[in-house]
């Protein structure tokens, strides 16, 4: 996949608007930017298009919030293309991407990709026939030190291998939600196995109250 | 001021100045993709790398500002191979695709990789490939040569002010496009060719026909408007392949509108190439003197107020020179080069000039716009107009019919004479502004005074002048946008009406009433040639369109590039356009045919070559010996007639860009343009070819 994929004209709506809640929402979000700078929320705005319109973001939506940010459609567009987190064409309702950027890689990444491969029979790229999965490829999304890692619509799926990676997309696919974060049993980012520096330390007991 | 050492040379520059500025002053070339002096700082080829003492790393020079003491270095190892690898990168994903790309032989890429590039490629890897985009009938893209300067999305926002073109996605990925590939809506949009450095972006019309170095070239003038862009015209055999602006910076800059750049293919369509004489009701093809027999025939013996002259928007002053002294001899004072029936008082010269300037646009802070659309009437214009408007120093109004999609904000004050009344009476808000100004200016189009109460108009446009202080010490705010290339020149001739001449209108009720027996129409194709009732027309000019549909005898001329002519544009300024190509068949350049017509006349005119033509035009008006300088007049006297005027808006003269005079309507790149701009063709959408 090379290039930017934007929908089809048969797939794009004709129209499209922001429902009065997220017109709200937009409408708070430019006041955050002083006068004439409202072009700064464009991007806030393109996320609660995409999220009110299944997941992608057709062209209506990039004309109508040019126009109500007043800036040239050419300028949307090239926003909305830039970020990988913007999707120009439908998607699947179970949006899942793999990182694969160096880390990841080194970790596994790979063997990520394979159980999706086998467990919901896409390539990287591919959408199911049903439009329930798509499964992308993606650049580092900073999840580095739980590698190899996934994000499912949301949610971060963290220190994955090929048993945990299928056990997870085959309970998206019975209608579940698995618990995101780390697959493995560690909490957030601490060491496996439990911490390995300051073990007396108890907070508690610790005079002057600091946080560490 | 910063004062640094460029290789050992010591500068001082402005503050502000950029290194590469810098290095330019010291004499030192830096090579440079995306940079371009006109158009705001990118930074993104990487190819003006140069060192800087005490920096860890080469420094890009174009976004670099120069500080005190810098020490730059430009030709050492270090910046050679940090631009060598700058070059590698670019070549990684460029085709080397010069034997059949149109840019080869002008290209910057091909050029500096001369400089920077090395004998081989160290890539085996598949080069990037990337779908080519429609941008509009007049460009060819070609996008897989696309080196990502941005030069033409920069341009496309700034000066053109049409923001349509973009780069969508990101790294390689990344691809210069216009929304969902629809044509630029510019009438600049050809200049993205010449920014372009590589052969992304080539013009479509001129594809594959030549190349650059078997192109004869020659620097002329352009007349397609009032603007007197200086351009360059290149040739090969008798043909013209292409048209390029020249740089001229009181004038059109570097830039050139669409309609010159594009329209020269109408000069190898419809054209006149031997005289025609009607007989029998039908145009038939002739010589010479069987023209001028027919000529003489019909028009000896008729007297002088029964003779007519009346000179198109093309015409050179030339033409205007001799055809004017031929009427004269004849004894008729029926010449009027007004063909739109503008009411402007010719005596006065300050009062039909673009006094300030059109380098005055660049200092003045408050613009009233009365009666014209600048967009279509003087792109070029226009364009300065908008970057005066993102200096953000200047206040801009406009009183006209409609209000147009000019690519500035403007205030819009009302649609006409009432409400420039309320402005030169001091009643208007903006007449405040107007007085307020340093450097007022009021720019007074032509669809303000081509109407019955022009010169009415024009009074009140002198007395909003004279009440507003639009002109005072070294300023002379007064601006008459014009739309034809001749007007000026012929105004200065005094191709106007004489002692109880009559006018275009005149002419042409007197050709209808049977008063006026014998109308001379040099290039007039713009007049309602249906009202030219039984008059013996005699037409003379380059193209068959309307005037030479209606004549009954043809004087095949040659078109503005086919001769040595001499231009003044709507500023007053007097240019010399040269010869670039032959006119084609019998036709002759236009002055030597009234001269040539005149013996059998029986009232030869004194001139045999240009120099002694030229010298006579200097008796009419002598302010043409300064070439290439804008000839001022003095403000002072009277001009238009104080009277009342009409509710009617004021609306612009020029309906559609691409269609104002014979050669653009002779061409099929026009046509299309037009076409596209009226929405009656649909653009294509997707690849193609």
Known sequence: MSGVHIAPPE???????????NLELAKAHIAKYPAGRQRSAVMPLLDIAQRQHDNWVPQAAIRYIAEMLDVPVIKVLEVASFYTMYNLAPVGKHFVQVCTTTPC?????????????????????ETSADGQFTVIEVECLGACVNAPMLQYNDDFFEDLDEESTGRILEALKR????????????????????????TTFNPAASAGGNDD | MPTLTIDGIQVTVEPGTTVLQACELAGKEIPRFCYHERLTIAGNCRMCLVEQEKAPKPIASCAMPAADNMVIKTDTPLVKKAREGVMEFLLINHPLDCPICDQGGECDLQDQSMGYGKGSSRYDENKRAVTDKYMGPLIETVMTRCIQCTRCIRFAQEVAGVPELGAIGRGEDMQITTYLEQAMTSELSGNVIDLCPVGALTSKPYAFTARAWELRKTESIDAMDAVGANIRVDVRGREVMRVLPRLNEDVNEEWLSDKSRFA????????????YVRKNGKLQEASWAEAFAA????????????????????????????????????GSTNLDCRQDGAQIDPSNRAGYLFNSGIAGIDEADAILIVGSNPRREAALINARLRKRYLTGKVKIALIGADQPQLTYKYEYLGAGAATLKDIAEGKHAFAEVLKGAQKPMLILGQGAIARADGAAVLALAKQAADSLGLVKDGWNGFNMLHTAAARVGALDLGFVPGQGGKDVAGILAGAQSGEI???????????????LGSAFVIYQGSHG??????ADVILPGAAYVEKDATWVNTEGRVQLGRRAAAPPGDAREDWSIIRAVSEPLGHKLPYDNLGMLRRRMLELAPHFSGVDKRSSAAWGGAFGTAGAVTDAPFASTVADFFLTNPIARASATMAECSAL?????????????
């Open chain 1, 105 to 125: 890689w080194l970790a596994g990444s790979d063997k990520v990709l394979s159980a999706c491969k086998k467990h919901l029979g896409l390539n990287p790229g």
């Open chain 1, 11 to 21: 797939l794009q709506p004709a129209s499209f608007a922001f429902t009065a809640e």
């Open chain 2, 677 to 689: 701009a009226r929405g009656a063709a649909q653009p294509k959408t997707g690849t193609h070819d």
């Open chain 1, 175 to 198: 209608g579940e939600m698995p618990k995101p974060g780390p697959q493995n049993g560690r909490l957030s980012s601490e060491p496996l196995g439990g911490a390995t520096t300051l």
């Open chain 2, 264 to 275: 020269y293919d109408g000069l190898r369509n419809r054209r006149l190439d031997r005289p």
């Open chain 2, 517 to 531: 027996k014998a109308v001379w129409l040099l290039g007039a194709d713009e007049i309602d040639t249906s009202k």
């Open chain 2, 545 to 550: 369109d309307a005037g030479a549909k209606r």
């Open chain 2, 295 to 330: 000529i003489a025939a019909h028009v000896k013996g008729l007297q002088g107020s029964q003779i007519a002259a009346i000179a198109g928007d093309m015409a050179c002053t030339e033409s205007m020179t001799a055809l004017k002294d031929l009427m004269g001899k004849l």
